[in-house]
Structure formats: structure tokens, C-alpha cells
């Protein structure tokens, strides 16, 4: 698709479950590095606030372009591809309020925070269509708390 010119839009950190921005996957760089396609961030800010239903401002930012990385010694690639992710994650944390920003946030709290939203939920009965009983969330905001 991309070698044709089209548009491939995906969420870097795997999905957007978690009220902090989490550390990118290995996907984003390495279909960058591969299709030497340009990658646009985008921020989303109150996202959190459409999918409950509100009727809340919900915002869309997009970054300026990133050249692909272009990786020379392969014996360094995946410390290419990770800071290829974590330049594209801090664009991204430009466009949200700072305490959503993860590891990139002014707030000591949520950079501690971090960790505990970076996991995906697998356990979780939601993500299994069940019942929502999402701890992680709960997790979450204890990291955060003063």
C-alpha cells in the first residue's frame, strides 16, 4: 500500500486504551525504516471524552513529517528503531496536556505512571468482550496520585 502512495494510519503505542501516552511498539519504525515512507505524528487529545459519550472537545494535531530512518549498521538496528519510536512519540506528546504525555511529561507522577499503562491489557475481560473490569486503570491513577 505504501509502496503504491497510499496512507497507512496507525496508533504507535498499539492501540489507545490508557489515559497516558505509552512507549511506541516495534511496528512503527520498522515498517518506516522498510517502506522508507514519511511518517506524520498526530496528536488525539480527548478521546477518552467521545468514546463515553460526552460531548467534549476532542482534538487532532498533526505534526510536521518525519524522514524514515535510513539504518546503515545493522548490528545497532533495533537502538536505531527505538529512538526512531521514541522521536516520533515525543512529537506526539507535544499535542496532549502534560500529565497524558507518559515519560515525556513535566509531571513526576505520570512519568512513574508510565510503566503501569505500558502493557496491553490482554487479561482484562474487556478486551475478551466481556464486562469491563479494567484495573490497569485503577493502577493507573494510584502511580499518578501525590
Excluded: Y
Aim: charged content about 25%.
Amino acid at each position: 500500500m505504501l509502496a503504491k502512495g497510499g496512507v497507512l494510519g496507525i496508533f504507535p503505542e498499539g492501540g489507545s486504551w490508557a489515559p497516558l501516552l505509552r512507549p511506541a511498539r516495534p511496528g512503527l519504525a520498522c515498517i518506516a525504516e522498510q517502506s522508507g515512507a514519511p511518517v506524520v505524528p498526530i496528536s488525539i487529545a480527548g478521546a477518552e471524552n467521545v468514546i463515553v459519550g460526552s460531548r467534549r472537545t476532542l482534538r487532532i494535531e498533526f505534526h510536521p513529517l518525519l524522514v524514515a530512518p535510513v539504518i546503515m549498521d545493522k548490528s545497532r538496528q533495533r537502538e536505531a528503531l527505538d529512538a526512531f519510536d521514541d522521536e516520533v512519540m515525543s512529537v506526539i506528546a507535544q499535542g496532549l496536556p502534560d500529565a497524558q504525555r507518559g515519560k515525556f511529561s513535566c509531571d513526576p507522577g505520570a512519568r512513574q505512571a508510565t510503566p503501569a499503562a505500558s502493557d496491553f491489557p490482554f487479561h482484562s475481560d474487556e478486551m475478551r468482550g466481556g464486562r469491563r473490569v479494567d484495573k490497569r486503570k485503577d493502577d493507573i491513577a494510584k502511580a499518578m496520585a501525590p
